[in-house]
């Protein structure tokens, strides 16, 4: 007993800490090494119609229209890639505005939401135009971007459709424009709903000029864009399933006191009314705008070649 006292009283060397293996690493020792792979961000994208899990290289060839035939709102940059041939074309430049004129009171600054719009799209404001071929005719095409700030009509985007309406008489080719938007921009007030008018003589420039202007109305488009240069054009497309229309569906069932038909605002509602001309999916939008400008043009250049 003495000696089994003695060898219990002795400090022995701490046991060494035992190493958790998984049942994996009993029968493949090496599988432990393996570095984390790393996974893209945004690898699935969910479409907002079904609900269905999308994979994206398969989305942006398709040009972000899902199985269900739901078209995903896009950006300038890709619509003004997809739709000039081969993708090239000159970007127009615009002269620079006030920012926050107003001083404009909300929980973050007008000026920190410019910022985060412009690192989001890569554009100054929610209109970019650019010049160059669309199925062989030459166009300046406007593109409004409902990522910046829900494409809303400010000083800048009035700007960009100014230059781009000078350009298109300058150059004596058509203009076009995918429109966009939530509607002005409230954080410049006044000054806003003024680009509703400016735009509108910039458009008179351009008839005067005879030269063709074709809206292509995209989801959404809706309040003062829709008021003004968005139902000027001398066609009008649109892609499908588009909500079209100047006020919401709640504001206007509460006003008029009435239930409103199955689809009311959309693409297809609005071109069996006569609103709209066609109702185009976006694959075939540069060939349908090709043949437009080239009918449109050639009674001009008819003209031009009598006089």
């Given at each position: 007993?003495?000696?089994?006292?003695?060898?219990?009283?002795?400090?022995?060397?701490?046991?060494?800490?035992?190493?958790?293996?998984?049942?994996?690493?009993?029968?493949?020792?090496?599988?432990?090494?393996?570095?984390?792979?790393?996974?893209?961000?945004n690898l699935w994208v969910?479409?907002?119609?079904?609900?269905?899990?999308?994979?994206?290289?398969?989305?942006?060839?398709?040009?972000?229209?899902?199985?269900?035939?739901?078209?995903?709102?896009?950006?300038?940059?890709?619509?003004?890639?997809?739709?000039?041939?081969?993708?090239k074309y000159e970007k127009?430049?615009?002269?620079?505005?006030?920012?926050?004129?107003?001083?404009?009171?909300?929980?973050?600054?007008?000026?920190?939401?410019?910022?985060?719009?412009?690192?989001?799209?890569?554009?100054?404001?929610?209109?970019?135009?650019?010049?160059?071929?669309?199925?062989?005719?030459?166009?300046?095409?406007?593109?409004?971007?409902?990522?910046?700030?829900?494409?809303?009509?400010?000083?800048?985007?009035?700007?960009?459709?100014?230059?781009?309406?000078?350009?298109?008489?300058?150059?004596?080719?058509?203009?076009?424009?995918?429109?966009?938007?939530?509607?002005?921009?409230?954080?410049?007030?006044?000054?806003?709903?003024?680009?509703?008018?400016?735009?509108?003589?910039?458009?008179?420039?351009v008839k005067d000029a005879?030269?063709?202007?074709?809206?292509?109305?995209?989801?959404?488009?809706?309040?003062?864009?829709?008021?003004?240069?968005?139902?000027?054009?001398?066609?009008?497309?649109?892609?499908?399933?588009?909500?079209?229309?100047?006020?919401?569906?709640?504001?206007?069932?509460?006003?008029?006191?009435?239930?409103?038909?199955?689809?009311?605002?959309?693409?297809?509602?609005?071109?069996?009314?006569?609103?709209?001309?066609?109702?185009?999916?976006?694959?075939?939008?540069?060939?349908?705008?090709?043949?437009?400008?080239?009918?449109?043009?050639?009674?001009?250049?008819?003209?031009?070649?009598?006089?």
């Amino acid at each position: 007993m003495a000696m089994a006292d003695q060898r219990n009283d002795k400090a022995g060397r701490p046991a060494a800490p035992r190493e958790r293996r998984g049942w994996l690493s009993r029968i493949a020792p090496g599988v432990r090494n393996f570095a984390k792979r790393e996974t893209p961000e945004n690898l699935w994208v969910k479409c907002p119609e079904t609900g269905e899990m999308i994979y994206r290289p398969d989305l942006e060839a398709a040009l972000w229209v899902t199985p269900s035939g739901h078209h995903m709102r896009i950006g300038s940059a890709q619509r003004l890639a997809i739709t000039f041939d081969e993708g090239k074309y000159e970007k127009i430049d615009w002269p620079s505005v006030v920012e926050d004129p107003h001083g404009f009171p909300d929980d973050r600054s007008y000026p920190d939401r410019l910022k985060a719009a412009r690192k989001q799209t890569g554009e100054q404001d929610s209109i970019a135009a650019a010049y160059g071929h669309i199925k062989g005719q030459p166009a300046v095409v406007m593109v409004q971007d409902f990522h910046f700030m829900g494409g809303s009509l400010g000083m800048g985007a009035g700007e960009a459709f100014i230059a781009a309406a000078k350009e298109a008489v300058k150059r004596g080719v058509p203009l076009v424009i995918f429109t966009a938007s939530g509607g002005a921009r409230m954080q410049e007030g006044t000054l806003s709903l003024m680009q509703m008018a400016r735009t509108t003589l910039a458009l008179n420039e351009v008839k005067d000029a005879g030269l063709p202007y074709v809206v292509v109305l995209t989801d959404p488009t809706t309040g003062g864009v829709l008021a003004s240069y968005a139902m000027l054009g001398d066609v009008h497309l649109a892609e499908p399933n588009a909500t079209i229309g100047f006020s919401g569906r709640r504001v206007i069932e509460q006003t008029i006191r009435e239930t409103l038909p199955p689809g009311f605002q959309k693409s297809e509602f609005l071109v069996e009314r006569g609103m709209i001309d066609q109702v185009v999916a976006r694959a075939d939008i540069p060939e349908v705008l090709g043949s437009i400008l080239k009918t449109l043009m050639m009674g001009r250049e008819r003209l031009s070649s009598a006089a």
